[in-house]
């Protein structure tokens, strides 16, 4: 990769230390999910994971290669924060079936209710959506742009050398997802869908990406019907606060920092705030949620990032400024 104009100085040492924090909250959830799969009635559908474990596998090694061997950080930031994401979501998706199973009260109602105080009104953002029908593919596809808009950011904030910022993308999204994971299992919601019986001749127009396809597994996890852990394949089942939401301003958050891919992004975005409640079947509370935990996790994210990366450099500096020792004594 060519050298960035904007190529940041970040000490390695203190990336290393914040890959390490990563992989330690990894590590810890994929053992709390082992833990419960060994302590109950859940069990572990292996054959989910080799996709995820393999596609790590590869970015791991060739972080190794761009970090140690043919050194180049930009590469090797970038397969690091691959290879991180990757494993989240992996675990983190067993992790939320196993929020769900904790069962506890819906609080559709208190959601619809808190839209409507609000001035929202979800039945006739459907009713638009399925009258201009010849739009909503652009609104799904917004809404199912998650994926490549990751792998664009990640790429383009190596490209650019802002390897901090790989770091700031990768733990705000992993914390953003332990948060709405915990919050959606305390606060346990089917959505919009489920919550007004929604069928197909509602909106015979338009095709929504998720509707209700999610509601066997989430009512299975809770009535004790449904046991299986998985990684690949796994359906998204948090309603409240809006994951989706979270991730779209994190990505915006961090892609300003690109100037080449700043306003493209914001765009799908903005396109994507607008989906989210028909094509992710969300209440408009869960976006406003997802909107403030994002903002809170991009900011401890990147106050933990620059606090290491600060403190790892004044150590350095620290250790730089004490005189040598000639531990020989003098000649004579």
Same mark, same amino acid.
């Given at each position: 990769?060519?050298?960035?104009?904007?190529?940041?100085?970040?000490?390695?040492?203190?990336?290393?230390?914040?890959?390490? #924090?990563?992989?330690?909250? *990894?590590?810890?959830?994929?053992?709390?999910?082992?833990?419960?799969?060994?302590?109950?009635?859940?069990?572990?559908?292996?054959?989910?994971?080799?996709?995820?474990?393999?596609?790590?596998?590869?970015?791991?090694? $060739?972080?190794?290669?761009?970090?140690?061997?043919?050194?180049?950080?930009? #590469?090797?930031?970038?397969?690091?924060?691959?290879?991180?994401?990757?494993?989240?979501?992996?675990? $983190?998706?067993?992790?939320?079936?196993? &929020?769900?199973?904790?069962?506890?009260?819906?609080?559709? !109602?208190?959601?619809?209710?808190?839209?409507?105080?609000?001035?929202?009104?979800?039945?006739?953002?459907?009713?638009?959506?399925?009258? !201009?029908?010849? *739009?909503?593919?652009?609104?799904?596809?917004?809404? %199912?742009?998650?994926?490549?808009?990751? +792998?664009?950011?990640?790429?383009?904030?190596?490209?650019?050398?802002?390897?901090?910022?790989?770091?700031?993308?990768?733990?705000?999204?992993?914390?953003?997802?332990?948060?709405?994971? /915990?919050?959606?299992?305390?606060?346990? +919601?089917?959505?919009?869908?489920?919550?007004?019986?929604?069928?197909?001749?509602?909106?015979?127009? *338009?095709?929504?990406? =998720?509707?209700?396809? !999610?509601?066997?597994?989430?009512?299975?996890?809770?009535? &004790?019907?449904?046991?299986?852990? =998985?990684?690949?394949?796994?359906?998204?089942?948090? @309603?409240?606060?809006?994951? !989706?939401?979270? %991730?779209?301003?994190?990505? @915006? %958050?961090?892609?300003?920092?690109?100037?080449?891919?700043?306003?493209?992004?914001?765009?799908?975005?903005?396109?994507?705030?607008?989906?989210?409640?028909?094509?992710?079947?969300?209440?408009?509370?869960?976006?406003?949620?997802?909107?403030?935990? /994002?903002?809170?996790?991009?900011?401890?994210?990147?106050?933990?990032?620059? $606090?290491?990366?600060?403190? =790892?450099?004044?150590?350095?500096?620290?250790?730089?400024?004490?005189? @040598?020792?000639?531990?020989?004594?003098?000649?004579?």
């Amino acid at each position: 990769m060519p050298r960035g104009r904007n190529e940041a100085i970040v000490p390695t040492a203190g990336l290393r230390l914040v890959d390490g #924090l990563i992989w330690t909250i *990894i590590g810890g959830v994929a053992a709390l999910v082992l833990a419960v799969a060994a302590l109950s009635s859940f069990h572990v559908v292996l054959r989910s994971f080799l996709l995820p474990a393999l596609g790590v596998a590869v970015m791991l090694a $060739g972080y190794w290669l761009y970090e140690y061997r043919r050194t180049d950080p930009r #590469l090797a930031g970038a397969l690091a924060c691959t290879a991180q994401i990757i494993a989240f979501a992996a675990v $983190g998706a067993p992790l939320s079936y196993i &929020g769900a199973s904790l069962g506890g009260p819906l609080y559709d !109602h208190w959601f619809e209710a808190a839209d409507s105080a609000l001035g929202f009104d979800w039945p006739a953002l459907l009713a638009w959506m399925n009258s !201009h029908a010849a *739009i909503h593919p652009l609104f799904r596809a917004a809404y %199912l742009s998650l994926l490549p808009q990751t +792998a664009i950011v990640v790429l383009a904030l190596a490209w650019i050398g802002r390897l901090e910022w790989l770091r700031v993308f990768a733990l705000g999204f992993v914390l953003a997802a332990l948060a709405t994971i /915990a919050i959606a299992a305390m606060v346990p +919601a089917q959505g919009v869908w489920g919550l007004l019986q929604l069928r197909a001749a509602d909106y015979p127009d *338009i095709v929504p990406a =998720t509707r209700d396809v !999610h509601l066997p597994i989430f009512f299975g996890l809770r009535d &004790g019907s449904y046991r299986q852990l =998985t990684a690949a394949g796994a359906v998204g089942l948090i @309603t409240f606060p809006s994951f !989706h939401t979270a %991730l779209a301003v994190i990505l @915006t %958050l961090c892609a300003w920092q690109v100037p080449f891919i700043r306003w493209g992004i914001v765009a799908i975005n903005a396109i994507m705030l607008i989906s989210i409640p028909v094509d992710g079947g969300h209440y408009f509370v869960d976006m406003i949620a997802g909107g403030i935990i /994002a903002v809170l996790c991009f900011l401890a994210a990147r106050a933990l990032v620059t $606090g290491v990366a600060m403190r =790892t450099a004044s150590v350095k500096a620290a250790f730089a400024s004490v005189p @040598t020792t000639n531990v020989a004594g003098p000649a004579g």
